[in-house]
Structures are given as C-alpha cells and as structure tokens.
C-alpha cells in the first residue's frame, strides 16, 4: 500500500506541474520557451534556498523528472562547484552536474531524427 501512495504522489505532483504549465500556454501569451526557462529557473531557485530536497524527498519523479528537477540539478552542481573550486565553479558546476542528461538528450535526439521525418505544420 505504501509504494501505492509513492506512485501517487508523483504522478501528482508531475501531474500538478505539467497542469500548471497547459494553464500557462492556454490562458497568457507566453511562449512555450518562457514557460520551460521559467520552469529551469524555479528548479534552481527552489534549490538555491534549500526547499527543493524536501519536495524532492516527498515528491520523488514526480519533481525530479520535470525540467524543474533539472534547473534544481544545474544549481545543485553549481553550488557544489563554488565550494570545492571557488569561482570558477559558476560556469563549470552545472553543466558537470547535468552532463549525463545533456548526453543523453543528445544522442536520443539524434536517433529519433534518423527514425522519423520531422516537417513544419502548414
């Protein structure tokens, strides 16, 4: 019963960001790019003052999975960087946190180009 309610909680909690993002899109004019950059910023927001371990702790994938666990990734690395190596940490802490998912969203990409045909809607 207690991984039903885990499941649970992510699905709402991923459910409730998404659901915030189609309101966003349906209801003002900002671009879907705003939306996703606006979404990386809360992640590291939540994660530069020390709240987004405790949603992450309660909400699992369900925040983690989202582009906010990713803006939450790229500080976290960020942070960690300033600490060990100082300033330099700023440029290199992120992108050294979020290589992995930066790779692999490259390669995925790639392969789905060779797959499909991708066109412009008329």
Request: with cysteine; hydrophobic share 60%; aromatic share 12%.
């Amino acid at each position: 019963m207690e991984m039903f309610l885990d499941y649970l909680w992510v699905f709402l909690i991923g459910g409730l960001v998404c659901m915030i993002g189609e309101i966003l899109i349906i209801t003002t004019n900002i671009t879907s790019a705003r939306i996703l950059v606006t979404f990386v910023l809360v992640g590291v927001f939540l994660e530069a003052i020390g709240v987004f371990d405790y949603i992450s702790d309660f909400a699992g994938a369900g925040i983690n999975v989202p582009i906010v666990g990713f803006g939450a990734s790229l500080a976290k690395g960020a942070i960690g960087a300033v600490k060990s190596q100082g300033l330099l940490g700023v440029f290199t802490g992120g992108l050294t946190a979020t290589a992995g998912g930066i790779a692999a969203a490259i390669v995925f990409a790639f392969i789905f180009a060779l797959i499909f045909h991708s066109h412009t809607k008329k």
